[in-house]
């Protein structure tokens, strides 16, 4: 009997968490985020001596 209770809770948590989850914006209908910008090309600096 727990087994069977065990495995009902589960199958209702899994039932309940496809039914809620979805991918951004098909919910709320807002659009999807812009993408992100490349990052900047930084120049690389020199070595750095600390022993000074």
Do not use: Q, W
């Not at 209770?5 to 807002?30: Q, R, W, Y």
């Not at 999807?32 to 000074?52: I, M, Q, T, W």
């Amino acid at each position: 009997m727990r087994t069977i209770k065990i495995t009902l809770l589960l199958a209702i948590a899994a039932a309940m968490n496809s039914l809620t989850s979805c991918t951004p914006g098909c919910c709320t209908g807002e659009e999807e985020a812009p993408p992100l910008r490349p990052l900047p090309n930084f120049r690389p600096l020199g070595h750095v001596d600390y022993s000074k």
